[in-house]
Nanobody, 124 residues
Framework: VQLQASGGGLVQAGGSLRLSCAASGPTFSRYDVGWFRQAPGKEREFVVAISWTGGRTFYADSVKGRFTISRDNAKNTVYLQMNSLKPEDTAVYYC??????????????????WGKGTQVTVSS
């Protein structure tokens, strides 16, 4: 599975962005997908994840109520809608896929496939 994240950019605090994670491979629809982020000088951290059916989602407390993950398996794409963005959301955002099962917030070292990140910068 090859993953490509896109949709990052520069936005003012309170604004919105939608990230996309496009995947190649006929079996992508069977993979759980997570979004992670890494700010300068910090470790990569979990943001949100969705099961392969879309039936289970997990969110980091810091983004609950502001971010929404969804997927369109027909398009091999997972989306991350980010609203009410804050300067502390500034980071490189990565999508990652795992064979599952997704039973809780996934660990960074538990993901099988990673895409290149996309930069999100939120100005105050």
């Amino acid at each position: 599975v090859q993953l490509q994240a896109s949709g990052g950019g520069l936005v003012q605090a309170g604004g919105s962005l939608r990230l996309s994670c496009a995947a190649s491979g006929p079996t992508f629809s069977r993979y759980d997908v997570g979004w992670f982020r890494q700010a300068p000088g910090k470790e990569r951290e979990f943001v949100v994840a969705i099961s392969w059916t879309g039936g289970r989602t997990f969110y980091a407390d810091s983004v609950k109520g502001r971010f929404t993950i969804s997927r369109d398996n027909a398009k091999n794409t997972v989306y991350l809608q980010m609203n009410s963005l804050k300067p502390e959301d500034t980071a490189v955002y990565y999508c990652a896929a795992d064979n599952g099962p997704l039973l809780g917030p996934p660990r960074v070292d538990g993901m099988d496939y990673w895409g290149k990140g996309t930069q999100v910068t939120v100005s105050s």
